[in-house]
Nanobody
Framework: QVQLHESGGGLVQAGSSLKLSCAAS????????MGWFRQGPGKEREFVAA????????YYADFVKGRFIISRDNAKNTGYLQMNSLKPEDTAVYYC????????????????????WGQGTQVTVSS
């Protein structure tokens, strides 16, 4: 099984950028699809972005399309979430998640489809 550890969160002003990292260990990261979710204060955890084992296939929640980019470097066992044009409503704890999959192109967008989760990293966007 894989262990995940997020980093890169912080406090930024609206309009700024942040790049989150998700470091994987314990197994071959390239065998896992991955996704990013977030949970804002008083809100349920929600889907943000997902990618298949191949970085060429990605899917985004409507509220981040054109602002966030999900990527991965399988050689470094690391996934990323580049967040641009941040808004105060993006304030949340961001979690990466993964699941083993035997296909190159499948990706997953719901919480229940993922087996492994990191501990989360806080992103706070001030207005």
């Amino acid at each position: 099984q894989v262990q995940l550890h997020e980093s890169g969160g912080g406090l930024v002003q609206a309009g700024s950028s942040l790049k989150l990292s998700c470091a994987a260990s314990g197994d071959t990261f390239s065998n896992y699809a991955m996704g990013w979710f977030r949970q804002g204060p008083g809100k349920e955890r929600e889907f943000v972005a997902a990618t298949s084992r191949s970085v060429g296939n990605a899917y985004y929640a409507d509220f981040v399309k054109g602002r966030f980019i999900i990527s991965r470097d399988n050689a470094k066992n690391t996934g990323y979430l580049q967040m641009n044009s941040l808004k105060p409503e993006d304030t949340a704890v961001y979690y990466c998640a993964s699941r083993w999959v035997n296909t190159i192109w499948d990706l997953f967008t719901t919480i229940g489809e993922y087996d492994y989760w990191g501990q989360g990293t806080q992103v706070t966007v001030s207005s």
